[in-house]
Every structure is written in C-alpha cells, then in structure tokens.
C-alpha cells in the first residue's frame, strides 16, 4: 500500500516537472511566435525561471538510479558524490533559468517592445505587457 | 505609593503612540507609497519570496551541518519512524548521533524527513499568508482605482494559490524523500516545486482570468442584495415623499 502510493507520488511528481518544463517551453515559444507576427500587445510575467527548477526531481531520481546500479563497484565514487551533483544541478537550473528569463526580456527590448507603466502581481510573478506604441497599454 | 503615582506608573509601563493626520496629509502619503513601489519593486510578489528565502537559508544550514554529501535514510522500525544519518558525527555541530526520531526537535528543525519539511512548509505558508493580507489591504488602501471587491478577490485567490503550492510542494517533498538520500533533497525539491506551482497558477490565472471572474461574480452579487436592497430603499423613499406631496395637494 505504502509502496504503491510513493510510486503514483513519485510518477505525479515527474509528470509535474516535465509539465512545468514544457510550459516554460510553451511560454517561451508563443512569445516568440508573437514577436515573429509582429503583434502589438504582448503580455509577460516575470518568475519563468522557477519553472526549471523541479527538474531537480528527475535529475535526483536519475541520481540515485544510477548510483545504486554502480555501487556494486568498490572504485565507484558516485553515489558518495550525490550532494555534489545536487547542489550543482540546483545552481545550474537557478542560474540557467535567471539567464533565460534576462534573454526573454532581452528579446521583447531588442525588436522594439518596451513594458507599460501598470502591472499588476500575483504570487509568484508580476504580470507586465509590452508594446510597441505606449498608447496600446491597458489602462 | 499614591493613587496618582500609580496610575503614572501605569500609563508608563504600557506606551502607545497614536499618528493622526488629517485625509490630505494620508493621501499624499498614499500616492507617494504607491509611485515609490510600482517605481522600485512590486510589493505583492516580493514579500511572498520572503519564506522561499527562509528555506533556502534553512537549507544552507542543514548543508553546513551534515555536508554537500550529507546523506539521511529514514526508516520504519516497529511502527516507529527513524532517521538514520550516514557519515561521521564526530564531524557534524548539532546532530552528534547516528540515530534519531523523525520527531525529535533536532531533526525537525533542520527540515529532515517528512515531519520536518511537512512542519517548515506550514510555517512558511503561514508567514506568507501573514505578509500577503496585509499587503493586499495597504494596495487596497493606497490605490483608489481598488475596490473591496477587488480586495477580497485577489485575497482569496492569492490564500488558495498559496495553499496548493504548498501542497504540490510537500507531494515533492514526500517523492524526493523516495528517491535520494540526499538530506537536503526533499526541502529544496518542496521550494523548487512549490515557486514552479507558485509561477503555474499566476499565469492559469492570467490566462484564464479567475480573479477577474471573481471579482465580477463579487461585485454582481453586491449589486443584485446590497445594492438591491438600498435602490429599493431608495424608491421607496421617493415614492413615499412624492405621495406626501401629492397629499398636500402640490404638483410639480
């Protein structure tokens, strides 16, 4: 029974993580697609890089994986190393979801976008639209 | 010691300052508030990151006290949870045993185990829910576009966005437990999922305009018994001084 619910927690967990990765993915693309037909509106919210971080539970679950199949091997030092490579994983996608998320912005700046005065927030991420002409900003 | 001492002696004891400023005076503060926090920061967003802040630290301390490679097995001894930590205790500051209880204080407050991080993830949302209302309410105050509607709206999204964040946030907690003997495994799996859940519902949100809908489905609602009641009241007021008026025999 215990071992039962922990597999459908660890398998929900995976698929959530997957699902935050590809909407960061989505998010990223339909910008981008915005940007390419040149539409004057275009609404963002800040926080995009949180939704690399729980790939930290695929990476560790591979981890461990991977450790237990080589701990047989005396001369084997992964499993031994499994803070190092977590404490890695979690700085890389922190620091490669900010770096994205500047590129994001970057990008609406770079092909003539700029953000509007209002903005609202949510819990997480404050909602801001871009334009091109500041005319077009909601009121 | 005389009557008037005392009472002295009382006033004294418990001080408490009261501001009074006339409406004019409060409304240039407000509208300098305002302008400084949509200029600098936006509030709302930034105080719900004061409690992943926390656990980040939490974390770090838990690193500093088991170790990068710092590994914890729990494990369920004839009904009785333990945790089991791997590496010399000789080495660790606070945890000098090998062995402990999941409940025991010590591992609880490092956020070990599923107690632990189940605990921490409590106090964070707790801390954040008391930031959030009474930053929601100076908003409220501050800016006169607001409504109550508004107010009480963003309010009750926000509560319930923090609340199944927080829930996604201890199912990682629980899986990362699972699947590493990382000690620090479950409590920043239970930070990176809940700020990804925390982001995910904001945009759903966004997207599908939730706190919109419920701030029209709250202001209709006012507007069909409130706001019913005092047209109603209002028509009868009319209607009884035009009947007065007729009475007295007056036209218009």
């Known amino acids: 029974m215990r071992s039962h619910l922990t597999v459908i927690s660890v398998t929900l967990m995976h698929i959530l993580a997957l699902a935050f990765f590809a909407l960061f993915l989505w998010i990223g693309l339909s910008t981008w697609q915005d940007i390419v037909a040149g539409k004057p509106v275009v609404d963002t919210q800040t926080g995009l890089r949180y939704l690399l971080l729980p790939l930290i539970l695929p990476i560790l679950h591979i981890m461990s994986i991977v450790g237990r199949k080589l701990s047989s091997s005396d001369k084997n030092r992964l499993p031994k190393r499994q803070g190092d490579i977590f404490v890695i994983a979690v700085i890389m996608l922190f620091a490669g979801g900010w770096l994205l998320e500047a590129r994001y912005f970057s990008l609406l700046e770079d092909n003539g976008y700029q953000p509007c005065e209002n903005s609202s927030s949510g819990i997480r991420s404050v909602f801001i639209t871009y334009t091109k002409d500041t005319s077009l900003c909601p009121a | ?252």
């Open chain 2, 1 to 252: 010691m005389s009557n008037s001492q005392q009472l002295h002696n009382t006033i004294n004891a418990n001080p408490e300052e009261l501001h009074i400023m006339p409406l004019d005076e409060f409304r240039e503060i407000a509208h300098k508030l305002r302008d400084t926090a949509s200029d600098n920061f936006d509030a709302g967003a930034a105080v719900t990151l004061i409690s992943p802040a926390q656990d980040v630290l939490l974390a770090r301390s838990l690193i500093n006290e088991v170790g990068l490679t710092g590994r914890a097995v729990t494990k369920n001894v004839n009904g009785t949870t333990y945790v089991i930590l791997k590496g010399y205790p000789g080495l660790r500051q606070t945890l000098n045993g090998t062995r402990y209880l999941a409940s025991h204080p010590k591992i609880v407050d490092l956020a070990i185990g599923q107690r632990g991080v189940s605990r921490n993830l409590v106090k964070g949302t707790r801390l954040t829910i008391y930031l959030t209302v009474p930053v929601n309410v100076l908003q409220y105050l501050v800016n006169e576009e607001v409504t109550l509607s508004r107010l009480i709206g963003s309010t009750a999204t926000d509560l319930t966005k923090i609340g199944l964040a927080t829930l996604v946030g201890a199912g990682a907690a629980y899986a990362a437990g699972a699947v590493t003997t990382v000690a620090a495994g479950p409590l920043i799996a239970a930070i990176a999922v809940g700020l990804a859940t925390g982001f995910t519902l904001d945009y759903l949100d966004g997207k599908f305009g939730v706190t919109n809908a419920l701030v029209a489905a709250l202001e209709t609602a006012h507007d069909r018994t409130i706001g019913e009641v005092g047209r109603q009241i209002h028509q009868f007021e009319r209607n009884l001084i035009e009947r007065a008026i007729s009475h007295m025999g007056f036209r218009y």
